[in-house]
């Protein structure tokens, strides 16, 4: 088994007090592509929160796709799985996705499509290796439809509804996927 990686919540681009954390990001992402490489790492999941706003500015992007890069050069990491977050824009982190994806980084935003969010890794002979089930920050508007003259406590009966039922859905689809790959996932 490959090792993997998992992190979240960067918040890249934060400032703390109106002061730039820019230095202390790009100094945690240095010592990230340090670990991967020292480790051998072969899988990265960064599981949301990339951002800190869902419109980042310019250094923060440099920051993120500095980082991409960087796995993507590196002899032993083969995957990069992203999700978005509650900080992060859907749209925004998955505008690139089929750019992305030619270095072998995988990035889901919303979560309207469960089947999406199931990831068939392959190593580095093509074989299947891992299954990943990157769900992301589930978004009300992903997961329920709303009615008229909803109640408080009906909106969040239906809510825990949508999100048990994606979760479902989600399961469904790996295990189907697990069983089309051979069951040795």
């Known amino acids: 088994m490959p090792y993997l990686l998992h992190t979240s919540d960067w918040h890249l681009g934060r400032q703390l007090y109106g002061r730039s954390r820019y230095e202390e990001s790009r100094a945690f992402?240095?010592?990230l592509v340090g670990t991967v490489r020292e480790k051998q790492v072969a899988i990265v999941?960064?599981?949301?929160?990339?951002?800190?706003?869902?419109?980042?500015?310019?250094?923060?992007?440099?920051?993120?796709?500095?980082?991409?890069?960087?796995?993507?050069?590196?002899s032993c990491c083969r995957h990069v799985v992203v999700t978005a977050g509650n900080h992060d824009s859907p749209s925004f982190l998955e505008a690139p996705r089929a750019l992305l994806s030619a270095m072998h980084v995988h990035v889901v935003g919303t979560g309207r499509h469960p089947q999406d969010e199931v990831l068939l890794l392959r190593d580095a002979q093509g074989a299947?290796?891992?299954?990943?089930?990157?769900?992301?920050?589930?978004?009300?508007?992903?997961?329920?439809?709303?009615?008229?003259?909803?109640?408080?406590?009906?909106?969040?009966?239906?809510?825990?509804?949508?999100?048990?039922?994606?979760?479902?859905?989600?399961?469904?689809?790996?295990?189907?996927?697990?069983?089309?790959?051979?069951?040795?996932?």
């Open 29 to 31: 992402l240095d010592w």
């Open 128 to 185: 299947p290796e891992l299954i990943v089930c990157a769900v992301p920050y589930l978004r009300d508007r992903d997961i329920r439809t709303v009615s008229d003259g909803e109640s408080p406590e009906d909106k969040q009966d239906r809510l825990l509804q949508g999100i048990r039922a994606h979760y479902e859905a989600v399961t469904r689809h790996a295990r189907a996927l697990r069983e089309q790959a051979g069951g040795g996932l």
């Open 45 to 74: 999941i960064v599981a949301g929160d990339v951002f800190d706003t869902a419109t980042p500015g310019n250094r923060a992007q440099e920051l993120y796709y500095g980082f991409l890069h960087d796995m993507a050069t590196t």
